[in-house]
C-alpha cells in the first residue's frame, strides 16, 4: 500500500501529469523562449563584432592612384555628358512636331536607348578602376559639359542639327578619353569607348541626313 502511495505521489508530481503542473511548465517554459532568445542576441552581439563598413570605396587594381585619378575625371565627365545627352534626347523626343513626327520620335527614342545604355558601364568602370562616380542630379549638372535645352519651342530641324553637334562633341570627347586610356594601359575602358565611339558616329550619320537639306519643318 505505502509503495502504490509512493508511486502515485512520484506520478503525479511529473510535469504533464499534473495540470497544476502543466500551466506552470506552459507558462515557464514560455519565459524560457523569450529569455534565451535575448541571450542568444545579447551573445552575439558580444561575442561576434558586427562588420564595420569600409571608410573608404578604393576597390584594389594594378593602375596607379595619378592614372586612377584621370581616367576616373574623364570617365565622369562622359558619364555626365551622357546623362545631358540622354535627357535631351528624349526631350525632343517628346516634344518633336511637324509632318515627319512619327519618323524622328522613334528615331530619337532610339537614341534616346543607346545613349543611357552607356550610362552603366560607363559608371561601373570607374567604380572597378577605385574611383568614385557620380551620385546624383546635382553631380551630373556640375561635371556634364554639354549644354541643355529648355526652351518652350524647338523646331523639329534645329532638333536634328542641336542633337548632331552634340554627339559629334560626344564622340571626340570619347577619343580624347580612348588616348587616356592608352597612356596608362587600361584597356577594358578604352574596348567600351570603342563600340560606344562606333554608336555615336552611328547617331551623328543618321542626324545629319535626317537633316540634311530640310526647312524648319523637317521637309
Not at 567604380?127 to 559639359?145: C, E, N, P, V
Not at 523639329?156 to 570619347?174: C, I, S, T, W
Request: negative net charge; charged residues 30%.
Amino acid at each position: 500500500m505505502r509503495k502504490l502511495l509512493k508511486t502515485n505521489r512520484t506520478s503525479n508530481s511529473r510535469p504533464g501529469t499534473n495540470p497544476r503542473h502543466v500551466a506552470l511548465a506552459r507558462h515557464t517554459g514560455t519565459a524560457r523562449r523569450v529569455e534565451t532568445a535575448d541571450e542568444v542576441g545579447m551573445a552575439r552581439e558580444g561575442t561576434v563584432p558586427r562588420k564595420s563598413l569600409p571608410e573608404s570605396l578604393d576597390t584594389p587594381t594594378d593602375l596607379s592612384k595619378e592614372a586612377v585619378a584621370a581616367l576616373a575625371k574623364s570617365i565622369n565627365r562622359l558619364l555626365a555628358d551622357a546623362f545631358a545627352l540622354y535627357l535631351k534626347t528624349k526631350n525632343f523626343h517628346w516634344h518633336m512636331s511637324g509632318p515627319h513626327f512619327r519618323d524622328y520620335h522613334l528615331l530619337l527614342d532610339e537614341h534616346s536607348d543607346q545613349i543611357f545604355a552607356t550610362t552603366d558601364p560607363l559608371a561601373e568602370r570607374v567604380r572597378k578602376l577605385g574611383a568614385k562616380t557620380l551620385r546624383s542630379i546635382g553631380d551630373i549638372s556640375r561635371t556634364q559639359r554639354l549644354s541643355d535645352n529648355d526652351a518652350e519651342f524647338v523646331s523639329p530641324r534645329d532638333m536634328l542639327l542641336e542633337l548632331m553637334r552634340d554627339n559629334k562633341a560626344m564622340a571626340q570627347a570619347m577619343r580624347e578619353t580612348h588616348e587616356l586610356c592608352d597612356e596608362h594601359e587600361d584597356v577594358a575602358t578604352a574596348s567600351i569607348l570603342e563600340v560606344f565611339i562606333d554608336e555615336t558616329e552611328r547617331r551623328t550619320w543618321f542626324l545629319f541626313e535626317a537633316s540634311r537639306d530640310a526647312d524648319d519643318t523637317g521637309h
